[in-house]
């Protein structure tokens, strides 16, 4: 019978329907009379028989028929039998998704521009999130590049949505003052529509882009109480969204995170006021429990008195500047302490190295990480470490946008 089983079709197709009748009967024993019970299990009786034999096709085909006509004859049929297998099936790819997601691969989406260029975060033209703190200058340039934004069309619209772009173009639908811009509806990762209000009415964005952990109010400089003509732009933006990519959640079963690997890692534990305590976070892991840890004022780290260049591995990309070039955003400009922040007129932005003789010494069982953005990163320069069992996992593959960065090369 095992044998016939790997080569007959219909063996397999008997062998399933009798284990079928067997599981119904077993499941129905107490709600079966005695008489239901004893036919089932002579017609089970006399099908393994005939299923176990060297008989021909035409002889299993026929006894099948006679099991399935006993076993609906006798048998209590389920009520709305397809929707329960379909529920069932349902059940089943969730429980693999969930396994899946929990022991091997988690998706996650880059939310800032801490790890540019290596990751993107979610990006926009124009961009007026921290419009309190810009100067009169930074806001007027932020107005030109909205104005001179130009829509692509055809080809080169849909190029730029495999490439994550989206592009917003909103206008009043009557003279009022800006009431609400309501967040998008929609799934974790899949937005529906959005909302906004002017006037009485409502304006609606469908499938809105992914703002990251900022909003389109913030984004596209709206205020409360803004007043708008019928017809005047609201809304004039580019969007590029953030990478989504796979975490590895497998290999550091195997063995400990190694110095330069992309981590993610959860925030609880970590001790500062601004620090959310239930949110994920992706930077490049730097330094082990026990370490003594310096940054530089040449931009380079040093670990327990060993410089870190760009023959270090995974760190080719970070040391590839040109050290006679000061730092820059969304540029591989190596690590920068308090010191060179302070030069750039932006002191206290790494409070915990504030120059190059400071040493910072990690407790056993932490870890330290440092975004490749080194003028936007909020890191261990500023919080320093975490517990080493809040690792996650690693970044993977790189699955959206189709861009550059799209594949398992992000180092």
Do not use: C
């Amino acid at each position: 019978m095992s044998f016939r089983w790997f080569f007959s079709r219909t063996v397999r197709q008997a062998t399933r329907l009798w284990k079928q009748v067997r599981n119904i009967l077993n499941a129905q024993r107490d709600l079966l009379s005695e008489q239901a019970i004893e036919r089932v299990t002579a017609a089970l009786a006399e099908s393994r028989a005939v299923f176990q034999s060297r008989r021909p096709r035409a002889d299993l085909e026929v006894q099948m028929k006679q099991l399935e006509a006993t076993a609906s004859q006798w048998l209590k049929p389920y009520p709305h039998a397809g929707y329960r297998e379909n529920f069932e099936v349902f059940l089943v790819a969730i429980a693999v998704a969930m396994a899946v997601r929990t022991f091997f691969v988690q998706p996650f989406k880059i939310p800032t521009g801490s790890m540019q260029p290596t990751l993107f975060g979610v990006t926009s033209t124009p961009d007026f999130t921290y419009k309190r703190a810009m100067s009169p200058e930074m806001i007027a340039e932020e107005e030109r590049a909205r104005d001179a934004l130009v829509f692509p069309t055809g080809w080169p619209r849909i190029r730029d949505w495999f490439a994550g772009i989206s592009y917003l173009d909103i206008k009043a639908k009557t003279d009022g003052v800006l009431q609400s811009v309501n967040p998008p509806v929609g799934i974790r990762i899949f937005n529906f529509w959005q909302t906004l209000t002017i006037g009485g009415r409502t304006h609606l964005i469908l499938f809105p882009p992914d703002y990251g952990q900022s909003d389109l109010r913030l984004r596209a400089g709206l205020e409360p109480g803004q007043f708008f003509r019928r017809g005047e732009t609201v809304v004039h933006m580019k969007i590029q969204t953030g990478d989504h990519l796979f975490v590895d959640r497998m290999t550091y079963n195997f063995r400990p995170p190694k110095r330069g690997e992309i981590v993610v890692f959860q925030t609880a534990g970590i001790r500062h006021a601004r620090m959310p305590q239930d949110q994920f976070y992706i930077k490049r892991l730097v330094a082990l429990g026990g370490e003594r840890v310096q940054i530089g004022d040449d931009r380079h780290l040093r670990i327990n008195g060993r410089r870190l260049d760009k023959t270090t591995p995974h760190f080719e990309n970070v040391y590839s500047f040109d050290p006679h070039q000061p730092p820059a955003q969304s540029e591989y400009s190596g690590h920068v302490n308090d010191l060179n922040f302070h030069r750039l007129g932006m002191p206290g932005y790494a409070p915990l190295f504030p120059d190059g003789e400071t040493v910072y010494t990690l407790p056993p069982d932490a870890y330290m990480v440092m975004g490749d953005n080194t003028l936007n990163s909020f890191d261990s320069r500023a919080w320093g470490t975490f517990p080493a069992d809040n690792v996650i996992g690693k970044q993977f593959f790189v699955y959206w946008p189709i861009t550059k960065r799209f594949g398992w090369h992000n180092r």
